[in-house]
């Protein structure tokens, strides 16, 4: 079970919990906005889709900050393959894959994300 506080889509521990209009600096994710129309399994595939970068351009990322690291800290399973080979990011209910390419940085999404990587509601930097 996840903190109150822990982002559901990428684990990240926010100040408060993820809900009524919060925001993560992390993943980018707008609660009561993005969530509406997506799962936070399309969430969680949009934001790995985007390196995972982090998000916020006003709240530093924690010294150190690793995506992948963050996601199993907050028990999301993570498979780390070879680079070769896709990557699984998992939770009880939802898989996620990302082809791998010279470690975290530069891993992309296997398939697109729904609609062609445009979520409805969701807004990604």
């Known amino acids: 079970m ?7 889509v990428c684990g ?6 993820p809900k009524n209009y ?3 600096p992390s993943c980018g994710t707008e609660f009561g906005v993005n969530d509406v129309n997506a799962s936070v399994a399309e969430l ?4 790995i889709g985007t390196g995972p970068k982090w998000w916020s351009t006003t709240d530093a990322s ?3 900050w690793n995506g992948l690291e963050q996601m199993e800290k907050a028990g999301i399973s993570v498979r780390r ?3 070769s080979e896709p990557v699984s990011v998992s939770t009880s209910s939802t898989t996620s894959t ?3 390419s010279r470690g975290w940085q530069g891993w992309s999404a296997a398939s697109p994300a729904p609609l062609d990587g ?4 969701a807004v990604f930097h």
Request: proline share 24%; charged share 20%; with cysteine.
């Open 2 to 8: 996840m903190p109150e506080n822990s982002c559901p």
């Open 118 to 121: 445009k979520l409805p509601g």
């Open 12 to 17: 990240y521990q926010m100040e408060a919990p």
């Open 62 to 64: 924690p010294p150190d």
């Open 22 to 24: 919060r925001i993560c």
């Open 81 to 83: 393959p070879p680079a």
């Open 98 to 100: 990302v082809a791998g």
């Open 44 to 47: 969680r595939d949009a934001w």
